[in-house]
């Protein structure tokens, strides 16, 4: 088990406020600019290091919804959507930075494209 970082541990302890911010948060965003799509799966060490819950808090506190999951195949894959710099901060975090213990080989970007509103709520771990 991973023990939780700060920010997760603070996030766990608020879940109804921050889910009715992430509401707030994502009308804001499907009303405000162009909104982006992308689908992503990284390669390299990520599963057995919390690459899913620091994924899950760094999409947080950037401010894009979208979800994370880990495959069959050893890698980590998911959706961000939001606001276009928003989204490219969090492909710059998905290939280069990930969790403490991770260790990124490449990160694949597909089916990016502009929508016209939010497909989530929030930003989740599937399993």
Do not use: H
Not at 38 to 56: H, I, K, P
Request: glycine letters at 8%.
């Amino acid at each position: 088990m991973c023990p939780l970082p700060l920010a997760a541990a603070a996030v766990a302890a608020a879940q109804t406020p921050l889910r009715l911010l992430n509401r707030g948060l994502a009308a804001t965003m499907s009303t405000a600019r162009p909104l982006k799509s992308v689908d992503y799966e990284v390669f390299g060490n990520v599963q057995g290091v919390c690459f899913r819950m620091y994924t899950e808090d760094e999409a947080r506190k950037i401010g894009v919804v979208g979800w994370v999951k880990n495959t069959s195949r050893g890698t980590v894959t998911g959706q961000v959507q939001g606001p276009e710099e928003k989204v490219n901060s969090m492909k710059s975090w998905l290939s280069k930075v990930g969790s403490p213990s991770s260790r990124i080989d490449r990160t694949d970007f597909s089916n990016e494209k502009t929508i016209s509103k939010l497909e989530y709520t929030n930003f989740s771990v599937r399993y």
